[in-house]
């Protein structure tokens, strides 16, 4: 069994920074991974990829948060940052990190939200 938590989300003035944090733990927690990375969702969205970080150190990003998040963290040791920057009200969500197998079955924290206030 594998749990991701998440921690870090809160309410946060325009333009402000948050940083987000995920780590896995469970006695399922070896095995070979892709990757590790966050998405969200607003109200009445669908959930959205934000950032990715692969076992190979590569990351990519969506398009509305370049620039302003940066992804890090250390596949192996089953940890994921999230570094928000220059936060704006349209990035208001829950942030659900997720680790994704070499088999490719994802596991999911809970979710944290996220406000930025205006």
């Known amino acids: 069994q594998v749990q991701l938590v998440e921690s870090g989300g809160g309410l946060v003035q325009a333009g402000g920074s948050l940083r987000l944090s995920c780590a896995a733990s469970?006695?399922?927690?070896?095995?070979?991974?892709?990757?590790m990375g966050w998405y969200r969702q607003a109200p009445g969205k669908q959930r959205e990829l934000v950032a990715v970080?692969?076992?190979?150190?590569?990351?990519n990003y969506a398009d509305s948060v370049k620039g302003r998040f940066t992804i890090s963290g250390d596949n192996n040791k089953r940890t994921v940052y999230l570094q928000m920057n220059s936060l704006i009200t349209e990035d208001t969500a829950v942030y659900y990190c997720?680790?994704?197998?070499?088999?490719?079955?994802?596991?999911w924290g809970q979710g944290t939200q996220v406000t930025v206030s205006s």
């Open positions: 469970g006695s399922g927690t070896i095995f070979s991974m892709n990757g």
């Open positions: 970080l692969s076992t190979g150190g590569s990351t």
């Open positions: 997720y680790a994704e197998r070499d088999t490719g079955y994802r596991y």
